[in-house]
T-cell receptor, first 116, second 115 residues
Framework: GENVEQHPSTLSVQEGDSAVIKCTYSDSASNYFPWYKQELGKRPQLIIDIRSNVGEKKDQRIAVTLNKTAKHFSLHITETQPEDSAVYFCAASMSVGGTSYGKLTFGQGTILTVHP | GEEVAQTPKHLVRGEGQKAKLYCAPIKGHSYVFWYQQVLKNEFKFLISFQNENVFDETGMPKERFSAKCLPNSPCSLEIQATKLEDSAVYFC?????????????FGDGTRLSIL
């Protein structure tokens, strides 16, 4: 089955700096890669996702890159703010029957702390 | 509704007792997923449904765990003879059926504490 490795496990940055979180996956059939942000005691919230036919996607201060050959994808947050502090999870999935994606296989999570 | 609704928010059970968790997916969503998040933050997939049919049950510990999604009722996840290691937050997520392959939306979770 799919295995997703995420690094680093903790990341501490100063406000205004950039943060980068990296994930690798094992199953070349995976073709959908979402990133979730989870604040303490809250639900995971989708912040950005990328499909395997795209190499990069950007949404304001957040960007994700995907390298299918190397089977890794990364989350980039620029101009970090204290409210970006949370646990970030990458995940991988694959389409099933062309109508939906199946289960998510999550990385281990990265605790991001942004210091004011 | 516009959000995945999970009940109860917190459930406390003695070891060996039964626990039952509920999930109402977003209206119109055909797929329901259950995940277990243990204290180390790691998510484990349990089971998924396409409407009332089991879609993928590869993550279910079948001896004590069971789940259902019946028409016009919330989906449920039931754990018989609970063990201390079942203590976790159980998240439900739903997604629609469609060519755009929409992402999974999560509920607030049920925190299960086994004493």
């Amino acid at each position: 089955g799919e295995n997703v490795e995420q690094h680093p496990s903790t990341l501490s940055v100063q406000e205004g700096d950039s943060a980068v979180i990296k994930c690798t996956y094992s199953d070349s059939a995976s073709n959908y890669f979402p990133w979730y942000k989870q604040e303490l005691g809250k639900r995971p919230q989708l912040i950005i996702d990328i499909r395997s036919n795209v190499g990069e996607k950007k949404d304001q201060r957040i960007a994700v890159t995907l390298n299918k050959t190397a089977k890794h994808f990364s989350l980039h947050i620029t101009e970090t703010q204290p409210e970006d502090s949370a646990v970030y999870f990458c995940a991988a999935s694959m389409s099933v029957g062309g109508t939906s994606y199946g289960k998510l296989t999550f990385g281990q999570g990265t605790i991001l702390t942004v210091h004011p | 509704g516009e959000e995945v609704a999970q009940t109860p928010k917190h459930l406390v059970r003695g070891e060996g007792q039964k626990a039952k968790l509920y999930c109402a997916p977003i209206k119109g969503h055909s797929y329901v997923f259950w995940y277990q998040q243990v204290l180390k933050n790691e998510f484990k997939f349990l089971i998924s449904f396409q409407n009332e049919n089991v879609f993928d049950e590869t993550g279910m510990p079948k001896e004590r765990f069971s789940a259902k999604c019946l028409p016009n009722s919330p989906c449920s996840l039931e754990i018989q003879a609970t063990k201390l290691e079942d203590s976790a937050v159980y998240f439900c997520a739903s997604s629609p059926r469609g060519a755009d392959n929409q992402p999974q939306h999560f509920g607030d979770g049920t925190r299960l504490s086994i004493l």
